[in-house]
């Protein structure tokens, strides 16, 4: 059939066409429910791949490389030492050494100002041995080479022959250290006697601390005059004394009437051992 230039063809077979389908309606397709079971994602295996993936803790966490290293192995956990035997381990002492500078120089100053009396409210909380052990080492050399030195030139200008004297070294060795060990040690069994107990760490922090006014005092020894040398120790031995009787005066007063006494022993024996040191070592004889 022709419509102008258009051709229409009818409902009818032709041959190669295909039949067309018919309309049946709306189709509904259902599916039915699966039995899918989801596996979760498995590690991956291989020398490259599996390495690459770094480990995780329990919480499901990654860990770096030092965290596996520092972290204690499950099931071999380190022998912790208790009682008295903690007391012969390095990590009973770490955390007296744990001090910065800055804490150190700030109670170096408190040391040299005794009148304020506030120095073991500052380290109630946090004493420590760095100071006290460096004050001491100090002391000893500065006492050794400028007891040399100050020997040395006597004997030179009066020109008699000299000798080193390393008695000198052990000497100020024993004196310093045993000073700062033995006496806290003694005061610390007598509060505790008069039911006023103090930390014995505590008491080596301030004797340790009440020793750095005699390093200064050592070097101005070097001045040739007797007179001065003795003005230098009393004053020396005066600002240590008072700096340990002020800031233990507060803490023995609970001991009873008897706190005078123990206050007045402790300014003493301070100045004791600036007489000691004036003695011995401010002293220079040819």
């Known amino acids: 059939m022709m419509s102008g230039k258009y051709t229409t063809i009818d409902n009818q077979q032709v041959s190669g066409s295909v039949p067309a389908v018919p309309d049946q309606g709306h189709v509904t397709v259902k599916f039915t429910d699966s039995n899918l079971q989801t596996f979760p994602p498995s590690e991956a295996q291989g020398k490259i791949t599996g390495g690459s993936r770094p480990p995780r803790d329990a919480d499901g966490m990654c860990l770096s490389k030092a ?9 071999s956990d380190e022998p912790q030492q208790s009682g008295w035997f903690r007391a012969f381990t390095v990590a009973a002492y770490k955390p007296y050494f744990d001090v910065d500078s800055a804490d150190v120089l700030e109670r170096i100053k408190d040391s040299l100002f005794p009148f304020r009396g506030t120095f073991n409210e500052k380290t109630a909380s946090s004493p420590d041995l760095y100071g ?51 006496v806290p040690l003694c005061l610390y069994v007598i509060l505790k006697y008069f039911s006023a107990p103090s930390g014995l760490v505590q008491l080596f922090c301030l004797y340790g601390y009440s020793l750095f006014v005699f390093i200064p005092a050592l070097c101005m020894s070097v001045v040739p005059l007797e007179i001065f040398r003795w003005v230098i120790a009393g004053v020396a031995g005066f600002m240590s004394a008072t700096f340990v009787a002020l800031n233990l005066r507060a803490h023995i007063k609970s001991a009873g009437e ?15 051992l600036a007489v000691v040191l004036k003695l011995y070592l401010f002293t220079v004889s040819v």
């Open 132 to 182: 006290p052990f460096w004050i001491c080492t100090t002391l000893i050399f500065v006492a050794a080479s400028i007891g040399t030195f100050v020997t040395y030139i006597a004997h030179k200008l009066k020109k008699v022959e000299w000798n080193y004297d390393i008695n000198l070294v052990t000497w100020s060795a024993g004196l310093f250290y045993g000073y700062v060990t033995i």
């Open 258 to 272: 008897r706190w005078f006494l123990i206050v007045a022993g402790i300014f003493l024996l301070q100045l004791a």
């Open 67 to 75: 965290d596996t290293f520092s972290r204690p192995v499950s099931g």
